[in-house]
């Protein structure tokens, strides 16, 4: 699929690697990639790859340790929150929220904004009633419903939404306000891509592979005095209490993952932490939704204080013209811009990691393409 | 732990690595590092890593499906057998195991041989009675209890054994006769090392991190007529039968760990397969037991008949000199000799990635610190 066909000069430049658009697993920092490839055989001289260390081995130890650090200063996450990294991608974490949070009660509120509020919602009520709060439904999930229209019940156990659709492009760009519930963020496809007021929830999770690291890790930020009581039948490993006490490594973690995502954390701290890359997210989102509006061969259905700044989709004015956009954006090296059968259409998600030169190529292109076909 | 002080001289050659003895996350093919580190920012020209490929693309569609085909012939995995490629270790099959395979049944058997076993036992009791059918505990699991000694029940959904136990060192050189009971193993440390009947077996799992890859990926091997039924509250990713029907892509896998456990078969297949490595293994087993057998400075404690070639722990005859023993290894190059704490000692681990020199090596070295020391 991401195979072009362009000639290198078609190509962005550094061992000629494509602009890749997808929505996860995506794009990495090069940066990163090449410093994992010349560390790979043999890490700092000491023998061995970070794949072959003993995850209690002092190495690995303080690899883990760095790279947690690094989160906590990227996001300065409150001492009332632990970090753990885990398993099994966010779609695990849907069963291990409602198993680690509900403590005892029988419901719990979730926001449906779209596929993976959907998904959440039905690994959810294996364990609770849910109680549906609020949705965007009834526009094809094309918005972020408002605070005032949310329906929350007293009792319960927590708030859940997905505060970035990724396959709707939908994000909250503020946070609800639940009281005394805790909330409870699907972050996947935005976390670190601004700054963040860890202290407001209960808990966040995200999988990694979108602006953490490689997929196979997930990350959850999680309340410590939330945790400790889990729904009977809960695995050890999905016990979150049991993994912070044990510095996330019950069971051996995925080694090779942390220590990428480590050096991820390494490369936003060098662009300015979550302010630096906020700025760069916002210069690349503008250059995409800017020229979306200003013109009428392609279009974006999200209401425009709800947009997305990391998943883009966009939809031709005729689809009939679908196929030959992707044929000649695959040749110039622009990748994986294919919008989720779902919704059909376009997508461009712009992560952290996809430079601007690659937001402007895509712009460029698309220009072009509408005036050839218009 | 593993930054070796010796000279260029004392260590392997090749970028000077050293000869790892972990027990896991282990040591892998230098040959399967070399491969992945050549192609790791720009994957067969491609113009993106492994890492950031969508794991619905063809390219890793592709690769995820060649390894489970090159694992299919390593193994020679029968038709009846789904292979799944998963997350969360074996320590997450020990509930998934019960979660999957009690359809409706109340009780499973277990053999207990040691810490692994324990820990199997204990998360199945989260879900059915265990029945320990046998147990070595009474010789300080030194022994695989022989199959005339198990009390199996009538009733049991399935009965599950350690077919390795990589910190006792135990390993059974034959297979239990369960009858239509479906047989279970954890073959986490020692799979890939010998060839193995599968269709005997109506499930088997393995974790990644000794003998297929990096840590993160765990390999199940399951049955295809024992899947559809699951406990209540299993979560989607932990069902057998929504993976095998997904690919093991129900969620997105961790398919960087996946793209090297299959560099890792076509290694093993270029090394004449199981029965290639298995001549290797036996060597190098034999090097290391035989020297032990043939002095007193050194003893391993498991019966003859039973002990593992994969792990092999063994004891000075005076514990005073285990620090100095582990500061001149390490020095040599001979790393992670260091026992598990329960037992105490020393271990080498000596899976299919140790390459024969290691092990001789190992054994020098054990010489000339018994004549230092005796």
């Not at 019940?153 to 396959?167: F, G, L, P, Q, R």
């Not at 309340?223 to 069971?251: C, F, H, I, W």
Request: aromatic share 8%; net charge neutral; hydrophobic share 40%.
């Amino acid at each position: 699929m991401a195979t072009g066909t362009g000639t290198a000069m078609d190509r962005p430049s550094g061992a000629q690697r494509i602009y890749n658009f997808g929505a996860g697993p995506a794009t990495m920092p090069v940066e990163v990639l090449e410093r994992a490839q010349a560390e790979l055989v043999n890490w700092h001289q000491a023998g061995l790859s970070v794949m072959e260390m003993s995850h209690r081995g002092t190495e690995f130890v303080a690899i883990a340790a760095q790279a947690e650090a690094k989160l906590r200063k990227l996001l300065a996450v409150p001492a009332t929150h632990e970090v753990l990294f885990l398993q099994g991608g966010a779609t695990l974490q849907f069963a291990g929220v409602p198993m680690n949070l509900l403590r005892g009660k029988k419901k719990a509120d979730y926001v449906n904004t779209g596929e993976w509020s959907k998904k959440a919602i039905s690994e959810a009520k294996k364990f609770c009633e849910v109680n549906v709060a609020a949705s965007s439904e009834d526009r094809n999930f094309t918005y972020a419903p408002k605070q005032s229209t949310w329906k929350l019940s007293k009792d319960a156990a927590y708030v859940h939404y997905c505060s970035n659709e990724t396959i709707g492009g939908v994000e909250f760009h503020w946070t609800p306000e639940t009281g005394d519930v805790p909330l409870v963020a699907d972050m996947s496809s935005h976390i670190l891509s601004k700054p963040l007021d860890v202290s407001k929830y209960g808990l966040i999770y995200a999988g990694a592979q979108k602006n953490i690291g490689p997929a196979g890790l997930v990350l959850v930020i999680a309340r410590a005095d939330l945790l400790g009581e889990v729904v009977a039948g809960t695995p050890n490993v999905m016990n979150y209490k049991l993994q912070s006490d044990a510095d996330s490594m019950l069971n051996t973690p995925p080694t090779f993952s942390v220590y990428l995502a480590g050096l991820t954390f390494d490369w936003l701290l060098a662009r300015g932490g979550l302010e630096g890359i906020a700025k760069v997210n916002a210069h690349k989102a503008a250059l995409l939704y800017d020229y979306l509006d200003g013109q009428d061969f392609y279009s974006n259905p999200v209401d425009r204080e709800d947009r997305s700044l990391m998943n883009v989709p966009f939809r031709l004015r005729d689809d009939k013209h679908d196929a030959k956009f992707l044929e000649l954006a695959e040749a110039r090296g622009l990748s994986q811009l294919k919008g989720h059968r779902s919704v059909g259409g376009m997508r461009a998600s712009i992560y952290n990691a996809m430079p601007v030169e690659g937001v402007e190529a895509l712009v460029a292109f698309m220009q072009e393409f509408a005036r050839a076909h218009a």
